[in-house]
Structures are given as structure tokens and as C-alpha cells.
């Protein structure tokens, strides 16, 4: 026998399951190694957790900015404070506040829990990710936030 007409070796499987094996068109794959796992289209259990209600962070930054002011009374910091205290007027008031996205609001309230444990990292570790993505939207008040956590720091120490 010619060994160019020798038939490979089958191992003992039969036509119809080398078909199985071969062909992909009508296979289902379930859990294929491209899918995303599903718990990331969840809710995160953090994010719920810090989720805090939208009137007690506001009173945290308006606490956050007295302190500051009764802090900077003259000089360079003062007119920082007073145009910081402007910036940050629409996540002062309630109705303008609302109108934001909720994980916005969610990162906000986390920011205003970070700074007031004086987390001042933390705060600007959750600014930084806020700035990279919403600066387009929101970047008066967002700038105002960095010199609020400047200054918080700036006033404890």
C-alpha cells in the first residue's frame, strides 16, 4: 500500500462524531470565554452602600465650606474660598442638584464622605476619575471641588 493513500488513523471515532467535532456553525456556547460575566450588569454593592442621601452630603460641603471660611478670613485663600463657594453652587441647591446623573451624585457623595473622614487621597483619587469623565459637563463645579479638598486639607493641617 502507497503511504499517500493511507487513511489517517480514527482513533476509533466514527463519521458522525468527527462531524460534531469539526463543525461550529450551529453550536451554542455557553459561558464562551469572550462573554462578559454577568455580575458586572448588576448594581454595584459599594456603590449602594455609599450612595448617601442627597441632603446629608449637601450638608456635608456646606459644613466643609464654613469651616473654611471661618478657617481663611483674609489674604489669597479667602478669595479662593469665596470663588469656590460660587462654583459650587448648583450641588448646593437641591433643585439643581437632582438634574445630575446618579452615579455622579453617587461619586459626589462619596467624595463629600471622603472628605469629611479627611481621606484627602481618597477624595482625590474620586475627584481625578469624576474629572476624566464628566469635566465636559460639569467642569465649573467640578474645579471647584479640587480647591475645596485643597483648602479642607489646608484648614486641618
Not at 476509533?12 to 469539526?22: A, D, F, H, I, R
Not at 454595584?44 to 478657617?71: F, G, M, P
Request: hydrophobic share 35%; net charge negative; charged share 25%.
Amino acid at each position: 500500500m502507497n503511504p499517500t493513500t493511507t487513511p489517517p488513523h480514527d482513533n476509533g471515532v466514527t463519521v458522525m462524531e468527527k462531524e460534531k467535532l469539526s463543525d461550529f456553525r450551529n453550536a451554542i456556547f455557553e459561558n464562551h470565554w469572550n462573554d462578559p460575566p454577568k455580575k458586572i450588569f448588576h448594581k454595584n454593592k459599594d456603590e449602594e452602600l455609599h450612595d448617601l442621601d442627597l441632603v446629608q452630603w449637601q450638608a456635608r460641603l456646606q459644613a466643609l465650606l464654613e469651616n473654611c471660611q471661618a478657617t481663611f478670613t483674609t489674604g489669597p485663600n479667602k478669595r479662593i474660598l469665596l470663588d469656590t463657594n460660587k462654583r459650587l453652587q448648583p450641588l448646593l441647591e437641591t433643585s439643581q442638584a437632582e438634574q445630575f446623573d446618579k452615579p455622579v451624585l453617587v461619586s459626589v457623595g462619596q467624595l463629600c464622605q471622603a472628605l469629611h473622614e479627611q481621606e484627602w487621597d481618597k477624595a482625590s483619587d474620586i475627584h481625578q476619575k469624576l474629572m476624566t469623565s464628566e469635566y465636559e459637563r460639569h467642569g465649573n463645579w467640578l474645579l471647584g471641588m479640587k480647591r475645596l479638598i485643597d483648602l479642607s486639607q489646608k484648614a486641618a493641617a
